[in-house]
């Protein structure tokens, strides 16, 4: 078959499919030239050993990501390790629960932490940051699914959660996250930053805390 006859796309599909033809014909590999974006021709090799570089940067940007990662990940979990303890220490609920308030605002840089409980907890006295409310209490529909579910959720509440949970201007609280404790309550830490706690972010570590918590509160029942 002649050389006219063929397409530059079947010329294309021929050589992926014959990967090593250019081994056969080192001459030709070294004649080739393939045109670049930013300037004048190159050879082949020099443009497969361009790419190799940038595969490579690729390839060390990610795992510098994924470092980074590791490292962010190392400190939550032994944040969340020392969380649990602190809390399983505690002699009462209402210690518990002033534990559980530090640390996520010292610990995990919380601008606004609220908690929620559903029955009356004695000795903490007044707290700008602790609630009760009954569990059937209307107060509590909006947040009917989320104790439903009880899974942690991210991301910006709705308006009459924050008026709820915060109390405070709404601009006050741009994201959140939630800790909803079936049976005990909820737990909310808002932040100024809407990019601190967004939807699809991971949840491990917050369903750990609120676990914790659970397991630390119900010695007390």
């Known amino acids: 078959m002649s050389e006219e006859k063929l397409s530059a796309h ?3 599909a021929w050589l992926r499919r014959h990967p090593q033809f250019l081994r056969q014909f080192p001459d030709l590999a070294l004649s ?3 045109p670049r974006d930013d300037g004048p021709a190159a050879s082949l090799a020099g443009y497969q050993l361009e790419v190799l ?3 490579n940067r690729e390839l060390n940007k990610r795992l510098g990501e ?3 990662n590791a490292q962010t990940n190392e400190r939550l979990a032994v944040r969340t390790h020392q969380l649990t303890l602190n809390l399983l220490r505690q002699d009462n609920a209402a210690d518990t629960l002033r534990a ?3 640390s996520l605002q010292e610990d995990f840089n919380g601008d606004l932490v609220r908690i929620v ?3 009356e907890i004695a000795g903490i006295g007044e707290v700008d940051w602790l609630q009760t409310i009954p569990a059937d209490s209307a107060l509590l529909a909006p947040f009917k699914d989320a104790l439903a579910d009880g899974e942690p959720i991210c991301g910006r509440l709705h308006a009459d959660k924050n008026a709820l949970l915060y109390a ?3 601009d006050e609280v741009a994201s959140s996250a939630l800790l909803p404790l079936p049976g005990i309550g909820l737990v909310a ?3 100024r930053d809407g990019n601190r706690f967004y939807p699809g972010m991971g949840t491990l570590f917050l369903r750990m805390m609120g676990e914790a918590l659970a397991a630390a509160l119900q010695r007390f029942d």
């Open 10 to 12: 079947e010329v294309a």
């Open 32 to 34: 080739l030239s393939v």
């Open 53 to 55: 570089r940038d595969k």
């Open 66 to 68: 994924l470092f980074l």
């Open 100 to 102: 559980m308030a530090a």
């Open 117 to 119: 409980v559903f029955k």
């Open 168 to 170: 405070v201007r709404v």
């Open 189 to 191: 830490v808002g932040s």
